[in-house]
């Protein structure tokens, strides 16, 4: 059964910077991409980046390109989501995934696995 966890989450002013974690297991980790998702008060679910099962291939919105960097540690089946220069409107519970098949690319990736969550305020 696949677990993810993240955490990391908190309040912190715009401007500043924060890295969140997300702790895999159930599956061989290195077979799947990783990805980050938010989801604002009021809005639904939006992309922010994800990383493919090879190291290195990464894909952004672009609301947060340049500023974020999705990054993963195979052997700790673990991915990560720095955040620096944040702006009030990434506040938001921003949910880690895992892709439902195996080699899949960071840009077409489908998810099927979820966390719980973790809060981001950025306060202005």
């Known amino acids: 059964q696949v677990q993810l966890a993240e955490s990391g989450g908190g309040l912190v002013q715009a401007g500043g910077s924060l890295r969140l974690s997300c702790a895999a297991s159930?599956?061989?980790?290195?077979?799947?991409?990783m990805g980050w998702f938010r989801q604002a008060p009021g809005k639904e679910r939006e992309f922010v980046a994800a990383?493919?099962?090879?190291?290195?291939?990464?894909y952004y919105a672009d609301s947060v390109k340049g500023r974020f960097t999705i990054s993963r540690d195979n052997a700790k089946n673990t991915v990560y989501l720095q955040m620096n220069s944040l702006k009030p409107e990434d506040t938001a519970v921003y949910y880690c995934?895992?892709?439902?098949?195996?080699?899949?690319?960071?840009?077409?990736?489908?998810?099927?696995?979820w966390g719980q969550g973790t809060q981001v305020t950025v306060s202005s």
């Open positions: 995934a895992q892709s439902t098949e195996s080699w899949a690319t960071a840009r077409n990736a489908k998810y099927g696995y």
């Open positions: 159930g599956r061989t980790f290195s077979r799947y991409t």
């Open positions: 990383i493919s099962w090879s190291v290195g291939v990464t």
